[in-house]
C-alpha cells in the first residue's frame, strides 16, 4: 500500500482503508432504505384492490336499495290500480269511468317499465357478485404473496443490518489511528456527495473514478503529500499507490 511520509499521507492510507467498507455501507444503507419501500408499495397495491372491492359493493347495495324502492312503488301503484278498477265498476259516470281506465293503463305502462329497469339492475347486480368474487379470491393469493414477501423482507432487513454493524465496528477500529479532522470531514460529504465512493486511485495521471486527466501541479503535490488533492473533475479525494 502508499507509503506514509507525511501525516497527511497517513491520513489519506487510513481513509483509503476505510473506503472499501464505507462503499459497502452505502450499498447497505441503500438496501435498508429500498426494502421497507418495496414493503409499502405493495401494501398500498393491496390497499388499492381492497378499496376496489369495497368500492363495487357500495355499488351493488346501492342497485339493491334502488330495486326495493322501485318494487315497492310497484306495489303501491297496483293497489291504486284495484283501487281504480272499484271505483271505475260501481259508477255508471262514463267521464269518471274514463278517467280512470285512463289513469290504469298510465299505471300499468310505469310498472313494466320499472319491472324492466328492476330486471336490468338485477342483472347487473348479479354481475358486480360474479366480479366480486373473482377479485376476492385475488385479493387472498395476493395477501398470501404479501406475507411472504414481508416476511423475506424482514429476514433481508436483518441480515443488513447485520452486516451494516459489522461494518460499522470495522470502520471505527481501522480509524482509531490519528487522521485529520478536515480531511475526514471531507470525505464523509464526499461519501454521501458520490454515492459511497468518496476517492479516487491515480494511476498514470488519470483519476480512476472519472478517467479525467489530473493536471501536471496537481500530480506535483499529490507526490508531495501535504494536503488533500480532490480531482478537478469529480471532486473525489486522489490517491495514488
Ligand atoms: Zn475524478
Keep these: 500500500m502508499t507509503l506514509a511520509n507525511t501525516p497527511m499521507q497517513e491520513t489519506i492510507s487510513t481513509l483509503w ?80 269511468v274514463e278517467a280512470c281506465r285512463y289513469e290504469v293503463r298510465e299505471l300499468q305502462r310505469e310498472i313494466k317499465h320499472s319491472e324492466r329497469i328492476c330486471v336490468e339492475m338485477m342483472l347487473e347486480s348479479e354481475q358486480k357478485v360474479e366480479d366480486l368474487k373473482a377479485s376476492e ?37 481501522r480509524l482509531s489511528g490519528d487522521v485529520d479532522p478536515e480531511a475526514l470531514n471531507l470525505y464523509n460529504r464526499l461519501l454521501s456527495a458520490r454515492e459511497g465512493q468518496a476517492m479516487a486511485r491515480v494511476e498514470s495521471q488519470v483519476c480512476q473514478a472519472c478517467y479525467m486527466s489530473i493536471p501536471p501541479n496537481l500530480n506535483v503535490q499529490l507526490a508531495r503529500g501535504n494536503k488533500v488533492i480532490q480531482c478537478p473533475s469529480c471532486d473525489r479525494i486522489l490517491f495514488r499507490i
Design 17 to 96: 482503508g476505510i473506503q472499501e467498507i464505507d462503499r459497502d455501507l452505502f450499498r447497505v444503507e441503500e438496501e435498508l432504505k429500498r426494502l421497507p419501500a418495496e414493503r409499502a408499495a405493495r401494501a398500498k397495491k393491496l390497499e388499492d384492490l381492497k378499496a376496489r372491492i369495497q368500492a363495487v359493493k357500495d355499488e351493488r347495495n346501492g342497485l339493491e336499495i334502488r330495486v326495493r324502492e322501485i318494487e315497492n312503488q310497484s306495489i303501491t301503484q297496483r293497489q291504486r290500480i284495484r283501487k281504480l278498477e272499484e271505483e271505475s265498476g260501481g259508477s255508471r259516470d262514463m267521464a269518471i
Design 137 to 173: 379470491e385475488q385479493l387472498a393469493i395476493e395477501e398470501g404473496h404479501f406475507a411472504e414477501l414481508s416476511e423475506g423482507i424482514d429476514r433481508e432487513i436483518a441480515e443488513a443490518e447485520g452486516r451494516k454493524s459489522e461494518l460499522e465496528s470495522t470502520r471505527s477500529e
